[in-house]
């Protein structure tokens, strides 16, 4: 009987240790495919194929994670590209933050010699050559505005934006339209666009001196509306350039269906990050910076649409809207973000393409209604791979 007692004992001993070791193997086993998720390589995408996205999920639309979503390699080997632009005959400029514009020519190959050498540009920390516009009416005004970071003489680091004439291929003299920008090496801004009212927006940052944010008579961490020759466009709310105020860096501008623009701003920085934001934009309207940030209120001060929260970081750059979505390039956070639109709203903020292209910077519609995204990995706080940076056009829906 007590053999028998014993025998039962040892099995169930044994038994139980084989169960629980199976458990912690399978466990072990999944927690190591979860972390080879997070830190993935990089999509190995060769340049002109297309390939399926994987994890897709059917029956969402329209969604990157769209089954029938696929990626191309538009031009690789860039340095730091910043801003795109898309030309009437199917060309695309892009701005490099050293101080180039390159094109990539009619039959999708980017032109080895750059269409303009900026040699007044100053790439220092965040700050170099920046945003990248074309007139509207391009046709009878084929002018291509910039803006970028230079030095005075002394050293004092400034930003200004200037145009040039575009010649099929290459880029004329430049003539400065708005000039001493704050600048610094970091929080420099750089978005320039066109709203639907005819005047150019232009982000500017804080320069790294916070309180210039909340002065409407500095064009230090503003939102700019001007003319094509970089006077203050009719209407503006204080006689000036200014458009709006209190904000720390601003990178992104988009505008809705409904003429509503949305604006995409870095949040604090160093030990704490976080907190970085989408805004609507209204004339005349404080921001908040630096007296407010994430879902602190204040009277007189506008709180953002949606903000990261205070654990995550966007470090949000380029900024587009289709099919009611404003997707947004993030450096830090390494994805495309994706905040679903609801009227003045912001639904929900998803993410795409998590580490596998590394940091992302632009994002612009193509006139072919895909989604074109710049690589930033050469931007001195990335890890590029041989091929960076590199322009990828996306299929969403
Ligand atoms: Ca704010």
Known sequence: MKKIIIIILGV????????????????????????????????????NSKIEIENSQPG??????????DVEVVAQGLDTPWAIAFLPDGGILVTERPGRVRLVNTKGQLEPTPAATLASVKE???????????????????????YYT????????????????????????????????????????????????GYLYITTGDAQ??????????????ILRVTDTGQAAPGNPFGNLVYTFGHRNPQGLAWDDTGRLWATEHGRSGIQSGLDEVNIIEAG?????????GDQTREGMVGPAAN????????????AITGGSLFFGGLRGEAVYEAILDGGRVAEVKEHYKGQYGRIREVITGPDGRLYITTSNRDGRGNPAADDDRIV?????
Request: charged share 20%; proline share 7%.
């Open 12 to 47: 169930a001993v044994v038994g139980g240790y084989v169960v629980y070791k199976f458990k912690f193997l399978t466990k072990s086993t999944l927690r190591e495919q979860n972390s080879g998720t997070a830190s993935a390589p990089r999509a190995n995408v060769k340049s």
């Open 124 to 146: 220092i920390g965040e700050g170099g050559l920046l945003g990248l516009a074309l007139d509207p009416d391009f046709a009878s005004k084929p002018f291509v505005y910039l």
């Open 308 to 319: 990261s929260g205070p654990a995550k970081t966007w470090a949000p750059a380029g900024a």
């Open 285 to 293: 309207k404080n921001y908040g910076w630096p007296t407010i940030q």
């Open 393 to 397: 056009s996306i299929k969403y829906n």
């Open 150 to 197: 230079y030095s005075e003489s002394g050293g004092r680091t400034l930003n200004r934006m200037v145009r040039m004439k575009y010649e099929p291929g290459k880029l004329g003299e430049e003539t400065v339209l708005v000039d001493r920008i704050p600048g610094a090496a970091n929080h420099n801004g750089g978005r320039i666009k066109f709203g639907p009212d």
């Open 209 to 222: 001196n916070p309180s210039q944010a909340q002065d409407t008579t500095t064009l230090a961490g503003k």
């Open 60 to 69: 969402l639309t329209p969604s990157l994670d769209n089954k029938s979503a």
